[in-house]
């Protein structure tokens, strides 16, 4: 909670409010608890979650992809380990773009976590769907109170994933700024 009041205090405290242009503008909101260590800090977080998510995610992705194409499940087999490369591969490949262009990387972050949201409504769909399967009877039923929690979770999600497609799209495409007017009927002074 000190992280979230900082936070706070740094983004929506200053009057004129903060422009994030880089990484280490989202950083400054450890600055009040962690003085000039903060950036560091904050890097050593980015770096340990993103390490371990991006290898879990594509080890999860690419067992789960071989599975549903019956090519095995177990990390034994074959093809879960030639799936989970490919994930690694995408995820290199746009890391590597995205260095190459001259670009802020806070959009490619913006847009990432963006994309996590858009994934909700999926799998609350892929729940929904398996839980009102037919084969689904006696023990093995899911109770209506479940499906009924399962749809109104797949609605919010839906309704957060529009509202994240607008603020992300506001987010990379601003509006342009309107050009100075110059009157070119009235004299400038001499």
Not at 130 to 145: A, D, H, I, N, Y
Not at 167 to 189: E, G, M, S
Request: net charge positive.
């Amino acid at each position: 909670s000190v992280i979230l009041l900082t936070s706070w205090r740094v983004f929506y405290g200053d009057p004129n409010g903060v422009e994030l242009k880089s990484v280490g503008d989202v950083a400054l909101q450890l600055e009040p608890s962690f003085g000039i260590t903060a950036k560091y800090i904050f890097w050593l977080g980015i770096f340990a979650g993103a390490i371990s998510s991006f290898m879990v995610n594509a080890l999860i992705g690419g067992t789960v992809m071989s599975d549903s194409i019956g090519k095995g499940s177990k990390l034994d087999d074959r093809w879960p380990l030639h799936f989970t490369t490919l994930a690694l591969l995408v995820g290199m490949s746009i890391a590597i773009a995205s260095f190459a262009s001259k670009d802020s990387t806070v959009n490619l972050i913006i847009l990432a976590q963006a994309l996590t949201i858009l994934g909700l409504p999926a799998l609350g769909f892929a729940l929904i769907y398996l839980g009102t399967r037919r084969e689904l009877t006696g023990p093995r039923k899911v109770p209506r109170w479940i499906l009924a929690v399962a749809i109104v979770g797949f609605l919010v999600s839906c309704g957060l994933a529009v509202q994240t497609v607008g603020t992300v799209y506001d987010k990379l495409n601003p509006p342009p700024k309107p050009a100075a007017f110059v009157d070119p009927i009235q004299k400038p002074f001499a």
